[in-house]
């Protein structure tokens, strides 16, 4: 299984993207699914995440303002974000948990809000 993640760029404080995961693989080797993030100099966190029942839960800074979805019939999943903040520059990352634990990650995809 291999994951490639697209989607980043550069917005305006306010202003929305849509990351993009496509699962090289199949997906029905795949469990849980999601997205984390880096930001500069700190750890890498926790953003949003979406079981294979479809079953979500967000970050608290992520609430209200980020979707994760899958699309099951498309090898992909994807993170709309909404309202971004500068606080939101980050590199993301998509994860996926197999059905034996075994964690993959995708390349990375930058996103920076800034005006």
């Known amino acids: 299984v291999q994951l490639q993640a697209s989607g980043g760029g550069l917005v305006e404080p306010g202003g929305s993207l849509r990351l993009s995961c496509v699962v090289f693989?199949?997906?029905?080797?795949?469990?849980?699914m999601g997205w984390y993030r880096q930001p500069p100099g700190k750890e890498r966190e926790s953003v949003a995440l979406i079981t294979r029942g479809d079953d979500t839960t967000y970050s608290v800074s992520a609430k209200g303002r980020f979707t994760i979805s899958r699309d099951n019939a498309k090898n992909t999943i994807y993170l709309q974000m909404d309202s971004l903040k500068p606080e939101d520059t980050a590199v993301y990352y998509c994860?996926?948990?197999?059905?034996?634990?075994?964690?993959?990650w995708g390349q990375g995809t930058q996103v920076t809000v800034s005006s």
């Open positions: 693989g199949s997906m029905a080797a795949i469990n849980d």
């Open positions: 994860h996926a948990l197999s059905i034996h634990r075994f964690p993959y």
